[in-house]
Nanobody
Framework: VQLVESGGGLVQPGGSLRLSCTAS????????MGWFRQAPGKEREGVSC????????WYVDSVKGRFTISRDNANNMLYLDMNNLKPEDTAMYYC????????????????????WGQGTQVTVSS
C-alpha cells in the first residue's frame, strides 16, 4: 500500500490542522490504520489508531480530547483532526497501514503496521 500524507504546516498554539493520508490500495478497508509522530531526538510515538470499520478508535493519552481520527473507506482516505495544538505536538506525522483489521493491544509500538507514508511536518509555534 502506498500512503501519502498531506496537511502539515506551521500553526500557532491553540490552532488546528487536519492531516490527510491517501492510500493507493483497493484493500484499504480491510485493515486498521494509524497515525504516528516523531519529534527530533525522540522515539516514534503512536498517536491514534482506527479499526477497519472506522468505529473503534484509540488515542495516546496526550492527545485525547484534542485529536480525532477518521477514515473514508469509499475514497481510501485517513484523517487526523488536531485541535488545541500545543508546542509539544511538533513532530513529523506519519500514517501507516496495519497488517490486521483491528488495532492490536500494542498498536502504539508500530510493529503491527507494515506500510508507512513519508510523513508531513507539523510545527506548533508562536
Amino acid at each position: 500500500v502506498q500512503l501519502v500524507e498531506s496537511g502539515g504546516g506551521l500553526v500557532q498554539p491553540g490552532g488546528s490542522l487536519r492531516l490527510s493520508c491517501t492510500a493507493s490500495s483497493a484493500t484499504f478497508d480491510r485493515f486498521a490504520m494509524g497515525w504516528f509522530r516523531q519529534a527530533p531526538g525522540k522515539e516514534r510515538e503512536g498517536v491514534s489508531c482506527v479499526a477497519r470499520g472506522g468505529t473503534v478508535k484509540w488515542y495516546v493519552d496526550s492527545v485525547k480530547g484534542r485529536f480525532t481520527i477518521s477514515r473514508d473507506n469509499a475514497n481510501n482516505m485517513l484523517y487526523l483532526d488536531m485541535n488545541n495544538l500545543k508546542p509539544e505536538d511538533t513532530a513529523m506525522y506519519y500514517c501507516a497501514a496495519s497488517m490486521y483489521s483491528i488495532c492490536v493491544d500494542d498498536w502504539s509500538r508500530g510493529q503491527s503496521f507494515d506500510d508507512w507514508g513519508q510523513g508531513t511536518q507539523v510545527t506548533v509555534s508562536s
